[in-house]
């Protein structure tokens, strides 16, 4: 698998610590071999803790089902993407997305998973704040729609008034 993983790297033209990206490389039993210092930062958790443990066991964000992912990605052979998902204590609310990417061993059989983990908290408030605005708006929209009626009505029932006044 270490070989597997530098051919990859050496294809990037960059080793795994240089990647701004959280990049874990997990094996064929889906064990981490490599956890690079933004998967630290990221994780809040030490390479050499990470490395050797089941992807599942480090609960990673919580509500992420790991092993379809990883099923469909093996299976397919094509890169997947996974739901945005929220970082477990990481204190403020944080977001990540991950692209899933199998990779093949020497002589075809088996592989592993490339695993690259994006923090899209910014892009995630930014919807959550355009959605909030979005329902603003629409609310804000009814009000004056609503005003607008009521004022109609009371001028078609002004009118009707002075047309009875001059009868």
């Known amino acids: 698998m270490r070989q597997e993983l530098e051919d990859l790297t050496t294809r990037w033209e960059a080793p795994p610590g240089s990647v701004p990206s959280a990049l874990i490389v997990l094996d064929d039993d889906a064990r981490v071999v490599e956890w690079n210092?933004?998967?630290?930062e990221m994780f809040r958790m030490a390479a050499d803790h990470a490395r050797g443990q089941r992807l599942e066991s480090l609960r990673l964000p919580e509500d992420l089902e790991w092993q379809p992912l990883l099923e469909q990605a093996r299976a397919t052979r094509i890169p997947q993407h996974s739901q945005i998902a929220a970082l477990p204590g990481s204190g403020a609310e944080r977001y990540v997305q991950f692209s899933i990417a199998?990779?093949?061993a020497r002589g075809g059989a088996g592989g592993g998973i490339l695993l690259l983990g994006e923090d899209v908290t910014a892009q995630v408030r930014a919807r959550t704040a355009a959605e909030q605005?979005?329902?603003h708006l629409a609310q804000r929209?009814?009000?004056l729609q609503a005003r607008r009626e009521t004022a109609l009505a009371l001028s078609s029932g002004r009118d009707q008034d002075e047309g009875l006044g001059g009868v």
């Open 133 to 135: 605005e979005a329902v």
């Open 102 to 104: 199998p990779f093949p």
């Open 141 to 143: 929209a009814a009000e």
């Open 37 to 40: 210092p933004a998967a630290e």
